[in-house]
């Protein structure tokens, strides 16, 4: 299973596994979705397990803030991997993706 | 074997690009047809450089060099750009043909080609310090105005949006960016997410972020747009180098629904201050209302993105179409095809063979095996030769070049419309049609069509336009040649042909048969007597080409109005549905798409070769008497065919009516070349020989045998049935 959902601080938090790229991402899409519209108010994203992140995984990480902005809630992503940070380093969306982002040191 | 792949292949590259050059013409630049042109001229020095043909890829170089500085918007094309690149393609023909003939090394025309490397290299010589690359947006850069403001950044800058397709096409945009990465520094990067929709319509495997960059690098221009080679056709890439032009940033502001926003990134990454912004958006207002009603100005701020957003779309769908084409054909060699479809044809004979055999055993369950491999053999027949037919697009797609270089030569205005293109016939007749096809369409712009001021004169709009028609009709294909210029003068042709002893005065003749006159050998050799005189080769030998496919060409024309020229050609030339009928003891087999009725003669009143039917006269012809049958003992009573070629009908008298058949049509040998009532022979299921008929010659036979009867009632006879 590429998500696993449990509870973290009182709300829902989703558990990223494994690749989040073109190939799973439009089941991706549905189930993180949906978890966003049963979350009472906030999600929790969690990113450490993700081992590859492409455009296509991208663009979902910006269409659930959207979307929970749009349903006025909120999405945080925590627990960045490396895999996660470097793609958000490139594309300078640290700032959009609006979460803090533990920089590794010297880089 | 190669060899051909690469001549052919070249042809349609050349087609293309020649299609593409008047796209451009007729339209006005774009980006899609100087890619094309681009595409095809680069493709075919590829392909000659692999086999070493040198002659080719040097003077394919030069074009592309060319094409390629118009593609990087260095150069505009103009009138003269155009006529010139035609000619290069016209050359670069002619080097193909070369090829083909196994003479590669042999310049065709050494100064033609001087003259065309000159006038190429006229183009490449000053070198545009400041360029702006638009791989696929260069109708979106208007911006010709040099307001010679220069920004201070010395960075490069890059404007990527990709296509929605580019991630179903297994293109990631982020390791083209790494990649970028490698070659220089980022120094800002922002992406945009404004194309994202609502999470409903967001399609997750669709791309919706675009980039701008801001990056250093000793690199060049070239390394840079070579790091998005792969992904060029699938996003929109603007390139501006370090101290561009304000006017390119203006460009590039231009193209975004929201100007100021992308102002703002620019200032951002520093590519522009604050106050060269100011600049430019101020800068851009004064053009705007300086050049621009409002009016203007308020369709092109709605209509610029939704401009970008058809270009994506049609390249997105020229990008399936492309797939679909590649699924679609196979290439075939032609004598591999002429193989099956004479093996067809000895199937549908044996098949015959079969079926009579299984009638004379009256075993049923045989007859009845035999009855469906005989449909089966009828598919396999039609199958193999729809295999053959190629839409008539393949003639036509040559006239709009040598319309407008007619036109042009002739000083008169010429507008061509195709219809009809789609339409199929069997490719032997496309090679054999081009040719006379050619002679009248230049028959028509220079005789038909009248001068622009003479159509002024005549009260008609001063441009001429040209038809090419093309539609199935009863088992022809039919082709015309319309011109709306000043139609034939009938008087002039019918004093001509007196004068040429070709009919005697007292002859009345209708209408086409007079314009059928221009078509006689002698005719045509005469100085412009008629206004489709010709150029060296005549009408007639149009005529005698299109007879030889079994073709016939009528003329139909209203002066002052126009001429149209119309072509009947049968549908293949392989194998016909025949009916059989029996003279004697000899079978004949008449095209049965020619068929209309078969009647009882005893039951009708005949004279003099014309049987009264339902009260309209028909002439017909008896078979026994036209090839000096014996009669035979037992009389049957005779039965009349009746058939009909384009708008005219005749009967042939026969002995006895056998039913359909299937023929395969055998060419007759040499001697029997002058037989002009027979168009060929067949072998019958029991091994005989049976003779077609050729119904066109009959009918015309059948209308001109009684010649003692007045001239006048022969042709009144030619009952005209639409």
Same mark, same amino acid.
């Given at each position: ?5 449990q509870?973290?601080?009182g709300?829902?938090?989703?558990l ?5 790229t ?11 979705l ?8 906030t ?27 749009r349903l ?36 | ?5 690469l001549?052919?292949e ?30 095809a ?16 890829v ?11 500085r118009?593609?990087n ?11 010139l ?8 023909g ?65 404007s ?9 096409n ?30 409903e319509?967001m ?25 998005? $080679? ?8 603007? !390139?501006?180098?370090?101290? /561009? %032009?304000? +006017?390119?940033? =203006?460009? #590039?502001?231009n ?33 705007a ?8 100005l ?19 769908k020229?990008? $399936? ?8 054909? !196979?290439?075939?060699?032609? /004598? %591999?095809? +002429?193989?099956? =479809?004479? #093996?067809?044809?000895e199937?549908v004979i ?7 055999v ?19 053999v ?21 006239f ?11 000083g ?14 069997? %490719? ?23 001068a ?69 050998a002698?005719?045509?050799t005469?100085?412009?007597v ?65 068929v209309?009725e078969?009647?009882d003669?005893?039951?009708?009143e ?11 006269p ?10 000096e ?52 022979s ?5 091994g005989?020989v ?6 066109a ?26």
């Amino acid at each position: 299973m590429p998500i696993s959902e449990q509870t973290r601080d009182g709300h829902p938090l989703a558990l990223l596994m494994g690749g989040f790229t073109i190939f799973e991402i439009a089941e991706l899409k549905d189930a993180l979705l949906h978890a966003l519209h049963m979350a009472p108010d906030t999600l929790e994203i969690d990113l450490s397990g993700v081992e590859e992140l492409d455009t296509s995984g991208v663009q979902v990480l910006l269409l659930l803030k959207q979307e929970a902005a749009r349903l006025q809630k909120s999405v945080h992503y925590s627990r960045h991997s490396p895999a996660v940070l470097a793609v958000i380093d490139l594309l300078n969306l640290a700032g959009t993706l609006g979460d803090p982002v533990l920089m590794p040191n010297g880089s | 074997m190669a060899r051909d792949a690469l001549v052919q292949e070249s042809r349609e590259l050349l087609a293309a690009m020649e299609n593409a050059l008047l796209e451009i013409e007729a339209e006005g630049v774009n980006a899609e047809a100087v890619n094309a042109i681009f595409r095809a001229a680069h493709t075919i020095k590829g392909s000659a450089g692999l086999f070493a043909f040198n002659l080719i890829v040097s003077f394919t170089h030069i074009v592309e060099s060319v094409l390629d500085r118009v593609r990087n918007n260095e150069l505009t094309v103009d009138d003269a750009m155009l006529s010139l690149l035609l000619n290069c393609g016209d050359y670069i023909g002619a080097l193909v043909d070369a090829i083909e003939h196994k003479r590669e090394n042999d310049e065709p025309n050494i100064a033609r080609r001087t003259e065309l490397e000159n006038a190429l290299n006229a183009y490449l010589e000053p070198p545009a310090t400041t360029v702006t690359v638009t791989a696929a947006e260069a109708e979106e850069s208007p911006v010709e105005v040099e307001t010679g403001h220069r920004v201070g950044s010395d960075n490069w800058h890059l404007s990527l949006r990709f296509l929605p397709d580019v991630l179903r096409n297994g293109l990631d945009p982020i390791p083209f960016l790494h990649y970028l990465a490698a070659l220089g520094r980022i120094v800002y990067l922002h992406t945009l997410t404004d194309a994202m929709p609502v999470a409903e319509l967001m399609d997750a495997e669709s791309c919706y972020l675009g980039f701008e960059i801001d990056f250093q690098t000793e690199a060049d221009r070239k390394t840079i747009e070579g790091v998005f $080679e792969f992904v060029r056709d699938d996003a929109h890439i603007r !390139i501006l180098p370090p101290h /561009s %032009k304000i +006017d390119e940033y =203006i460009g #590039l502001i231009n193209t975004m629904p929201d100007p100021g926003r992308l102002g703002e990134i620019l200032v951002a990454g520093g590519a522009l201050t604050q106050h060269e912004l100011e600049q430019v958006l101020s800068e851009q207002q004064e053009k705007a209302i300086g050049q621009k009603p409002i009016g203007a100005l308020l369709v092109e701020h709605q209509v610029v993105p939704e401009a970008v957003v058809t270009a994506a779309l049609s390249r997105q769908k020229q990008h $399936e179409d492309k797939k679909a084409h590649e699924q679609k054909f !196979i290439k075939v060699e032609v /004598s %591999k095809l +002429d193989a099956l =479809i004479d #093996l067809v044809g000895e199937l549908v004979i044996a098949g015959a063979a079969a079926t009579v055999v299984a009638q004379r055993k009256k075993d049923s369950t045989f007859e009845e095996a035999s009855q469906t491999i005989s449909t089966l053999v009828e598919h396999i027949r039609d199958a193999a030769l729809t295999l053959r037919m190629v839409p008539i697009g393949e003639v036509f797609q040559r006239f709009p070049r040598v319309v407008r270089d007619i036109s042009r030569e002739l000083g008169k205005e010429i507008e061509l419309v195709v219809t009809g293109a789609d339409t199929e016939l069997d %490719k032997s007749m496309v090679e054999k049609l081009s040719d006379p096809l050619m002679h009248i369409v230049r028959n028509a712009m220079d005789h038909g069509i009248e001068a622009t001021d003479a159509r002024v004169v005549a009260g008609k709009s001063p441009g001429g336009t040209l038809r090419l028609n093309a539609y199935h009709e009863s088992g022809s294909v039919v082709i015309e040649v319309s011109d709306d210029g000043r139609g034939l003068n009938r008087e002039r042709i019918l004093s001509k042909a007196i004068e040429r002893g070709l009919v005697s005065p007292d002859q009345i003749l209708t209408e086409s048969e007079i314009y059928r006159l221009i078509f006689e050998a002698g005719f045509s050799t005469a100085e412009q007597v008629t206004n489709l005189s010709g150029r060296g080769v005549g009408m007639d030998v149009v005529k005698k080409n299109i007879e030889s496919l079994r073709g016939d060409v009528e003329i139909l024309s209203v002066e002052g109005q126009g001429t149209t020229v119309r072509i009947r050609l049968p549908l293949t030339l392989a194998i016909i549905d025949g009916f059989q009928v029996m003279v004697s003891d000899a079978v004949f087999v008449i095209p049965l798409e020619m068929v209309i009725e078969c009647v009882d003669l005893s039951s009708h009143e005949a004279r003099h070769n014309i049987v009264k039917l339902r009260g309209e006269p028909l002439p017909f012809v008896r078979l026994r008497e036209l090839f000096e049958l014996p009669l035979l003992q037992h009389s049957e009573r005779e039965s009349l065919v009746v058939v009909q070629y384009g708008q005219q009908r005749a009967g042939l008298v026969v002995d006895r009516l056998l039913g359909e058949f299937q023929a395969v049509i055998k060419p007759l040998g040499e001697l029997f070349q002058n037989t002009k009532t027979l168009s060929g022979s067949t072998i019958l299921g029991d091994g005989r020989v049976a003779l077609i008929l050729d119904v066109a010659h009959l009918i015309q036979q059948a209308s001109h045998l009684p010649t003692h009867l007045p001239a006048s009632k022969t042709a009144g006879l030619l009952s005209n049935q639409k």
